[in-house]
Nanobody, 114 residues
Framework: QLQLVESGGGLVQPGGSLRLSCGASGSMFSIYTMAWYRQAPGKQRELVAAIVSGGTTTYADSVKGRFSISRDNAKMTVYLQMNSLKPEDTAVYYC????????WGQGTQVTVSS
């Protein structure tokens, strides 16, 4: 079982950058598939990016080339580097972990606006 805490959200202008962090506590972190999801008002939660234990990554088409997911197993942390942010990236971003069950953080708000 993992407990997840996201941080790094905030208000940024279009074209700007943010780095989200998701710190985990528990055990077996390195085995988990870690992912970032987001949910905008009135929309369903969607997968943004995921990274498996071996390091292979996958991205939603809408963020390819702009976002980058990475993990530091020693620090039990997963990151989402977000560049060239657009207003449509505005959402609550959630960290998720999957392995013999799924776990979620509480979310962090990202607002892209001038």
């Amino acid at each position: 079982q993992l407990q997840l805490v996201e941080s790094g959200g905030g208000l940024v202008q279009p074209g700007g950058s943010l780095r989200l962090s998701c710190g985990a506590s528990g055990s077996m972190f390195s085995i988990y598939t870690m992912a970032w999801y987001r949910q905008a008002p009135g929309k369903q939660r969607e997968l943004v990016a995921a990274i498996v234990s071996g390091g292979t990554t996958t991205y939603a088409d809408s963020v390819k080339g702009r976002f980058s997911i990475s993990r530091d197993n020693a620090k039990m942390t997963v990151y989402l580097q977000m560049n060239s942010l657009k207003p449509e990236d505005t959402a609550v971003y959630y960290c998720g972990a999957t392995w013999r069950g799924s776990y979620w953080g509480q979310g962090t708000q990202v607002t892209v606006s001038s």
